[in-house]
């Protein structure tokens, strides 16, 4: 079974504190993904990497940052937290033009 | 733009019921399309893809290039299919946009 972990669960931090997610996939797939869920918004892609050290910004990469430096970890960095950031962050991976694996999630609240 | 719509936030159907959960794309390339489900407390996981062409828990879906559509159907609703249904389109650069979900409620 593919198995996509993310660090935390649920997550409070305070306005303008920075924020660490972690995501580690133990597939050996190259793509990795974080996403935001909202209700009434959907999915929405923050950024993406399709190798080590290689990063693509997503449709609202605007107050986050990523790191990939090995293949099974992709970082989702909140430089400084914001309120309007309290969201569920969806971490998932697959091999090239192949379907996603999801991990369970963390639900992020900024105070 | 989006790329990807559902036009429901919600469907309520009753069981035994037809369903069809609407979706529509805007790709200038081939596209490739996927329905991921997302039941309550567990993860988002995948449905069924366009280029499989099968049909997973009754669901079926098919890709109308004309129409720019790919429609989840199910002929016969069941009370454990209730759950968040999200169509997404894979871009060319690997890039995977979801539309913005229907919540789809069985009724008894």
């Known amino acids: 079974d593919v198995k996509v972990t993310q660090s935390s669960r649920y997550l409070v931090k305070r306005t303008g504190e920075k924020v660490f997610l972690e995501c580690v996939q133990d597939m050996d797939h190259e793509n990795m993904f974080w996403y935001r869920q909202d209700p009434g918004l959907g999915l929405r892609l923050i950024y993406f990497?399709?190798?080590?050290?290689?990063?693509e910004k997503g449709d609202i990469p605007e107050g986050y940052s990523v790191s990939r430096e090995k293949k099974e970890r992709f970082s989702l960095i909140l430089e400084s937290a914001s309120t309007n950031q309290t969201s569920m962050y969806l971490c998932?991976?697959?091999?090239?033009?192949?379907?996603?694996?999801f991990g369970p999630g963390t639900r992020l609240t900024v105070l | 733009a989006q790329r990807v719509t559902q036009p429901e936030k919600l469907l309520s159907v009753f069981k035994g019921a037809p369903v069809e959960l609407k979706c529509n794309y805007s790709y200038s390339g081939s596209p490739e399309l996927f329905w991921y489900v997302q039941y309550s407390r567990q993860r988002l996981q995948l449905l069924l893809r366009?280029?499989s062409r099968e049909s997973i828990k009754g669901f079926t879906a098919d890709l109308n290039k004309g129409e720019t559509s790919f429609h989840l159907k199910k002929p016969f609703a069941q009370e454990e299919d209730s759950a968040m249904y999200y169509c997404?389109?894979?871009?060319?650069?690997?890039?995977?946009?979801f539309g913005k979900g229907t919540r789809l409620h069985i009724l008894p």
């Open positions: 366009h280029i």
């Open positions: 990497s399709y190798d080590v050290k290689m990063k």
């Open positions: 998932a991976s697959s091999f090239p033009r192949d379907y996603l694996y």
């Open positions: 997404a389109l894979s871009e060319r650069d690997d890039k995977i946009i």
